[in-house]
């Protein structure tokens, strides 16, 4: 179980171009939890979900999502919930 104080949370505002990209890379990272995709007026658009063994072909259909997202989206915020590791605690 994750305990909800060993999470951080970052959000990152970009245009609709280059949201798949940054997906990727923050899932490439490893240690994602969730991602949320809100648009300009701060509406969740998408929230995915990550655990350690979603790789490759099952976040087949999530980028697919995404992409249609960042079709529509001409600036959106990407919010990150990241687990932190046990010996980092503030």
Do not use: H
Not at 44 to 61: C, F, R, S
């Amino acid at each position: 179980m994750t305990d909800p104080d060993r999470s951080r949370t970052q959000e990152f505002t970009i245009n609709g171009d280059e949201l798949l990209a940054k997906v990727r890379q923050l899932v490439a990272e490893g240690n994602v939890r969730r991602l949320t995709i809100k648009n300009e007026e701060g509406r969740t658009m998408l929230e995915v979900p990550l655990t350690i063994g979603v790789i490759g072909v099952a976040l087949l259909p999530v980028f697919a999502a995404i992409g249609a997202l960042a079709a529509l989206a001409t600036r959106c915020t990407i919010v990150v919930e990241r687990d932190e590791p046990p010996g980092d605690a503030a």
